[in-house]
């Protein structure tokens, strides 16, 4: 049995995979504070993890988010977050990790 990287709901049935491109971004940052550069990012880096598949890396993406939201990477005082030099990467592989850990 698979387990999702998102414990809430269902991504895969989520109405926000299917979303196009500018819509999509729309909802990230209305939802998670979070700018274009920074979504195309995450994204260019589930595809070079191998996640080519454009539903699954949305999962992904979105499972990821949380998973920063829940760390504490977006404060009240902050519209968009923030990653610092080198975070984003840095939270990237610790997302992976922890999903890694679920996984097995």
Known sequence: MQTTPYPHHSLADS???NLPEARFL???RNQ???NKGVLNTIDNWFY???IINIASRRIHVLAFLEFAKA???KSDKHKFMKFGNGG???KLSEFMESQEKVCS
């Open 15 to 17: 109405k926000y995979l």
């Open 26 to 28: 729309h909802w990230c």
């Open 32 to 34: 998670y504070g979070l």
């Open 48 to 50: 070079d993890s191998g």
């Open 71 to 73: 760390s504490g990477m």
């Open 88 to 90: 984003l990467a840095r």
